[in-house]
């Protein structure tokens, strides 16, 4: 069986989201997604708009996804791969060449993929940050 691994926040889960885990299911037989614990992400300056517990049950109910673990610090990758006999780490191309990822070849195969154009937790978060009087006026 061929496992693969990839990381991410997973906050406000959209077709980008859908598309790379899908494209990441594809290397392989069994995906396993590190989401990154609402602790971990104090520790990013990131907040995201779903707590953990949120995100890792909307993860848990799409179909190419079949285990979901928590993502505690940045120190873990190398013990993910190992304990879970991982084959390959996939990541946007947005971590093309990190160290964080590129350090864990002598382990496993690493494979950055694109992201989807025009999408992103990002996008959304800004586009949906409308004064509040839009929001409730009426």
């Known amino acids: 069986m061929k496992r693969v691994l990839t990381y991410g926040t997973f906050d406000l889960l959209h077709y980008g989201h859908i598309r790379l885990l899908k494209r990441a299911k594809a290397l392989g037989d069994y995906l396993i997604v590190a989401i990154s614990t609402d602790e971990f992400n104090a520790v990013k300056g990131k907040k995201a708009y779903h707590d ?9 109910a799409v179909r190419y996804v079949d285990l979901v673990i928590p993502e505690n610090n940045w120190d873990q990758k190398r013990d993910d791969v190992k304990n879970y006999h991982v084959d390959v780490v996939v990541m946007g191309n ?3 060449g990190h160290e964080k990822f590129e350090n864990l070849r002598d382990l496993c195969e690493v494979v950055y993929l694109d992201r989807t ?17 839009d929001l409730y006026s009426k």
Do not use: C, F
């Open 52 to 60: 953990y517990e949120t995100r890792k049950e909307m993860l848990e």
């Open 117 to 133: 154009e025009g999408i992103s937790t990002t996008k959304i978060k800004k586009e949906l940050n409308l004064p509040q009087d």
């Open 94 to 96: 947005d971590w093309a």
